[in-house]
T-cell receptor
Framework: KNEVEQSPQNLTAQEGEFITINCSYS?????LHWLQQHPGGGIVSLFM???GKKKHGRLIATINIQEKHSSLHITASHPRDSAVYIC?????????FGTGTSLTVIP | IAGITQAPTSQILAAGRRMTLRCTQD?????MYWYRQDLGLGLRLIHY???????GKGEVPDGYSVSRANTDDFPLTLASAVPSQTSVYFC???????????FGPGTRLTVL
């Protein structure tokens, strides 16, 4: 079974701050999925990556397969970034979802 | 329809009743999934389908059944609902298994 740990569990930041959310997992994976869950409950796919780094707007995701670790960075954070961020390592066709990091960005 | 839809949005159900949650996608994705999300727990896979005509059990399949008669639809049935099935249910789809998943808006189910 793949153990998935996200840190921190909760995070409060001031608008404009640089934010990092970490995801560690215990078994070898083929890829990792980052998701965002809005306060209203909707879930949006942010990134799917298997190596290196991906960037989309103010969001950057990195992964180190050998160290079994991925990070999600948010630059120039904004209150609309307030959400739960979920990582999901992929083993074969199985997605293992973390419990998420709850981010609140204060104006 | 654009993307993936679920119905109903929410439902209150008496224990013992039968209920079907509907999920439809118009992206012609091969793979579809049903998850439940409970407070303090991550998304847990109930059932999945890698392609039309096939289904498989996930982490928490007991008390649920699915069918995949065509590419677009993936209904989830609770044959006899119990209070422990109170949860938010998400349907998702991906082009193929292992690909990025796209989620529906969720169904909030309360079993009394």
């Amino acid at each position: 079974k793949n153990e998935v740990e996200q840190s921190p569990q909760n995070l409060t930041a001031q608008e404009g701050e640089f934010i990092t959310i970490n995801c560690s997992y215990s078994v070898g994976i083929s890829a990792l999925h980052w998701l965002q869950q809005h306060p209203g409950g909707g879930i949006v796919s942010l990134f799917m990556l298997s190596s290196g780094k991906k960037k989309h707007g103010r969001l950057i995701a990195t992964i180190n397969i050998q160290e079994k670790h991925s990070s999600l960075h948010i630059t120039a954070s904004h209150p609309r970034d307030s959400a739960v961020y979920i990582c999901a390592p992929v083993v074969g066709n199985q997605f293992y979802f973390g419990t998420g990091t709850s981010l609140t960005v204060i104006p | 329809i654009a993307g993936i839809t679920q119905a109903p949005t929410s439902q209150i159900l008496a224990a013992g009743r039968r209920m079907t949650l509907r999920c439809t996608q118009d992206m012609r994705h091969n793979a579809m999934y049903w998850y439940r999300q409970d407070l303090g727990l991550g998304l847990r896979l109930i059932h999945y389908s890698n392609t039309a005509g096939t289904t498989g059990k996930g982490e928490v399949p007991d008390g649920y059944s699915v069918s995949r008669a065509n590419t677009d639809d993936f209904p989830l049935t609770l044959a006899s609902a119990v209070p422990s099935q109170t949860s938010v249910y998400f349907c998702a789809s991906s082009e193929n298994a292992e690909d990025e998943q796209f989620f529906g808006p969720g169904t909030r189910l309360t079993v009394l």
